[in-house]
């Protein structure tokens, strides 16, 4: 009866119960996942009105012991949640560092910059700045290759905080987009003051931005204020080739998306872009 009755309560278990059941174990399990190299960055291009490769942005992946391939949009926020961010991001831009100096090397990939995601709790963890000129000082490449992507949420509560910490990055040569751009709440009046090179126009925009004439216009505002305010403009999810043309003719500079490739492990992206014999 007793094993019934633990039957039934599995079996009448909501579905929310049930996700919040997974995401703690996975939140456990994602303790080890640095420690057991579960980790593996995947890199996706990114190109110019030519169609020329300008960069590359950084994606995590989590290849999980039992779950296979857990996607960022899960496991990020459980490392936010419990503050493994910190160790991990830690790790990301050891990784960027190996990265930028691997390329350096090569003339094929020695100017090619590489973006790293940034969560506003690994921004604000104490050591994230000391972090990065320590990996600068060892790695010796160029800083301004390294991008950093931030995105609105890290500026409202602690702006000039923020403000601050760019500021001294950017002395030392460190470039920052804001990413997803349009999707929070920056007051624009601040833009002008933060030491920002790119804003980058969120894929909900460039998905419908043939069918809707809300969303073209939007992008259309921002490549604009991007413009307006000297910043360079990345468009994200670009999937075809009539986005690609449309946002070209807004004076969009610079695209990603999988249109041109998806996210892959780095030895796939060297093999594709930095070999002499490489199309
Ligand atoms: P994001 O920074 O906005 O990254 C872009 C996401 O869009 C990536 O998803 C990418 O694979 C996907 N994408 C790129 N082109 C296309 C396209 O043409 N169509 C569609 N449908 N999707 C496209 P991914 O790799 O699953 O990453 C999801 C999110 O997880 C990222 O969104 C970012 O917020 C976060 N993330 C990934 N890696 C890191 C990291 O190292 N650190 C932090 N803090 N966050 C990360
Ligand atoms: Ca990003
Ligand atoms: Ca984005
Ligand atoms: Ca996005």
């Known amino acids: 009866a007793k094993l019934r009755g633990k039957n039934n309560y599995q079996v009448f278990t909501p579905e929310l119960a049930r996700k919040q059941r997974t995401e703690a174990r996975l939140a456990l399990d ?11 960055l995947f890199l996706q291009g990114q ?3 030519a ?9 995590l992946r989590w290849h999980h012991p039992e779950h296979g391939l857990v996607p960022p949009d899960t496991f990020i926020p459980l490392a936010e949640e419990s503050g ?12 960027a560092g190996q990265l930028l100096a691997s390329w350096h090397s090569n003339p094929l990939s020695q100017s090619l910059q590489l973006a790293i995601n940034i969560s506003s709790r690994q921004f604000s963890d104490p050591s994230f700045v000391s972090d990065l000129l320590n990996c600068l000082q060892r790695y010796r490449f160029n800083p301004n290759l390294l991008h950093l992507e931030l995105t ?12 601050d910490i760019m500021m001294r990055l950017n002395s030392q040569g ?6 997803d751009f349009g999707t929070g709440y920056s007051s624009l009046a601040y833009l002008k003051r933060l030491p920002l090179q790119t804003l980058k126009i969120d894929r909900s925009f460039v998905r419908d931005l043939l069918n809707n004439p809300n969303d073209a216009l939007i992008a259309r505002s921002i490549v604009s204020l991007a413009h307006n305010l000297g910043l360079s403009v990345i468009a994200e999810g670009v999937e075809e080739q009539a ?3 449309a946002l070209t003719q807004m004076g969009c500079g610079c695209f990603q998306g999988y249109y041109f490739q998806r996210p892959m492990p780095v030895a796939e992206f060297a093999a594709r872009y930095l070999q002499h014999n490489a199309r």
């Open 30 to 40: 994602l303790r080890d996942a640095l420690e057991q190299q579960q980790l593996e």
């Open 47 to 49: 190109f110019d009105q």
């Open 51 to 59: 169609g020329q490769l300008t960069g590359a942005e950084a994606l």
């Open 84 to 95: 493994l961010i910190v160790p991990i991001g830690r790790w990301l831009v050891e990784q």
């Open 152 to 163: 609105e949420s890290l500026l409202i509560d602690n702006a000039s905080e923020v403000a």
């Open 174 to 179: 460190l470039t920052f987009s804001l990413d």
């Open 243 to 245: 986005q690609l043309q």
